[in-house]
């Protein structure tokens, strides 16, 4: 059969028309069918309905506002999930990375796991030089105390705790992996942001950048560094964080929030990275304060999560 121009534009229009909502595209699947992954790229598992924003221009406009209301420097970007379109404030500006380091950290653990060097089921027993009362409250059951590999991997991510990570680092030794971090950054082609390390040094990753931080969750979200099952696993423990006053407190009761924050109260630094599952509209937030209080950065955290779920969720 020979279709003709006119019908083949027909068809397009109806294709179109039939796919055009809002201003906005969206692609609705033939096949749907729920995902044993449900914190990952849905591309990744399962295919499903996409809904498209091209125009983000005013999301900026309105943020760029919010920015100059704070007094403190600040950090912002966004990543539109369907698309890749994103917007960033001083988004490659470097601050103090804080308790962010434990996602990669835990990233890493997870790839040993999988190249079976030591399994989650393994036990460990924690020392005097791990317990650290400076976040969370593992340290209070004293040394000793016996954990597997994974419930010391929930307790530092869903947490933040400190003590956990310091056991996770140890184990980490005894496997003979000095920098557990370095493949992780290598494998996302992450520049050190310091300068190079001398020979069989450690670098240093006490800073980072917002858009490192998003590169990070966006390697879970597509499952690319280590497995699906263990890429939903850490963004599911991270939904269970009980740190909703930045990212989180701008986003309606009910919708998933992954996510992990920083805080280095000595140098005024916090921040707070995840993603957002707004329904067909996924994307990632990545936030950033220095030189004010942690209220304050709260609050700027709040006002701007909010505004970009306001503008998600309505275009």
Same mark, same amino acid.
């Given at each position: 059969m020979v279709i003709s121009i006119d019908t083949k534009k027909i068809i397009i229009f109806m294709l179109l028309a039939g796919s055009f909502v809002a201003g906005a595209l969206v692609f609705r699947s033939s096949s749907s069918s729920s995902s044993e992954f449900p914190l990952l790229n849905k591309a990744v598992t399962v295919d499903i309905g996409k809904h498209y924003i091209i125009n983000f221009r005013p999301l900026r406009l309105e943020l760029e506002k919010i920015q100059k209301k704070y007094p403190q420097k600040t950090y912002v970007y966004f990543s539109y999930l369907n698309n890749g379109s994103w917007v960033g404030l001083n988004e490659r500006g470097e601050f103090?990375? !804080? =308790?962010?380091?434990?996602?990669? #950290?835990?990233?890493?653990?997870?790839?040993?796991?999988? &190249?079976?060097? /030591? =399994?989650?089921?393994?036990? *460990?027993?924690?020392? &005097? /030089?791990? #317990?650290?009362?400076?976040?969370?409250?593992? *340290?209070?059951?004293?040394?000793?105390?016996?954990?597997?590999? &994974? &419930? /010391? /991997?929930?307790?530092?991510?869903?947490?933040?705790?400190?003590? !956990?990570? #310091?056991?996770? *680092?140890?184990?980490f030794q005894r496997l003979g992996i000095g920098d557990p971090y370095d493949d992780v950054y290598n494998s996302l082609g992450w520049d050190f942001l310091n300068s190079i390390p001398a020979i069989d040094e450690v670098p240093n990753y006490s800073k980072i950048t917002l858009r490192a931080l998003s590169n990070m969750f966006l390697a879970l979200y597509n499952a690319k560094f280590i497995n699906a099952e263990h890429s939903n696993k850490i963004l599911e423990y991270l939904t269970s964080t009980p740190f909703n006053d930045k990212i989180a407190a701008g986003i309606p009761e009910g919708v998933t929030v992954s996510h992990k924050i920083g805080i280095s109260g000595g140098d005024q630094t916090f921040s707070d990275c995840g993603i957002i599952y707004a329904p067909n509209r996924n994307y990632i937030l990545c936030l950033g304060s220095n030189g004010g209080n942690e209220k304050v950065a709260a609050k700027f955290m709040a006002e701007v999560s909010a505004v970009v779920y306001k503008y998600v969720i309505n275009n």
């Amino acid at each position: 059969m020979v279709i003709s121009i006119d019908t083949k534009k027909i068809i397009i229009f109806m294709l179109l028309a039939g796919s055009f909502v809002a201003g906005a595209l969206v692609f609705r699947s033939s096949s749907s069918s729920s995902s044993e992954f449900p914190l990952l790229n849905k591309a990744v598992t399962v295919d499903i309905g996409k809904h498209y924003i091209i125009n983000f221009r005013p999301l900026r406009l309105e943020l760029e506002k919010i920015q100059k209301k704070y007094p403190q420097k600040t950090y912002v970007y966004f990543s539109y999930l369907n698309n890749g379109s994103w917007v960033g404030l001083n988004e490659r500006g470097e601050f103090t990375a !804080a =308790s962010t380091l434990k996602v990669p #950290l835990a990233m890493a653990l997870f790839k040993a796991v999988e &190249e079976g060097k /030591l =399994s989650l089921d393994d036990r *460990y027993a924690l020392e &005097e /030089l791990d #317990l650290n009362d400076g976040f969370g409250e593992l *340290y209070k059951v004293g040394a000793d105390k016996e954990f597997t590999v &994974e &419930e /010391l /991997l929930k307790i530092m991510l869903e947490g933040s705790d400190n003590t !956990a990570m #310091l056991a996770i *680092y140890t184990i980490f030794q005894r496997l003979g992996i000095g920098d557990p971090y370095d493949d992780v950054y290598n494998s996302l082609g992450w520049d050190f942001l310091n300068s190079i390390p001398a020979i069989d040094e450690v670098p240093n990753y006490s800073k980072i950048t917002l858009r490192a931080l998003s590169n990070m969750f966006l390697a879970l979200y597509n499952a690319k560094f280590i497995n699906a099952e263990h890429s939903n696993k850490i963004l599911e423990y991270l939904t269970s964080t009980p740190f909703n006053d930045k990212i989180a407190a701008g986003i309606p009761e009910g919708v998933t929030v992954s996510h992990k924050i920083g805080i280095s109260g000595g140098d005024q630094t916090f921040s707070d990275c995840g993603i957002i599952y707004a329904p067909n509209r996924n994307y990632i937030l990545c936030l950033g304060s220095n030189g004010g209080n942690e209220k304050v950065a709260a609050k700027f955290m709040a006002e701007v999560s909010a505004v970009v779920y306001k503008y998600v969720i309505n275009n």
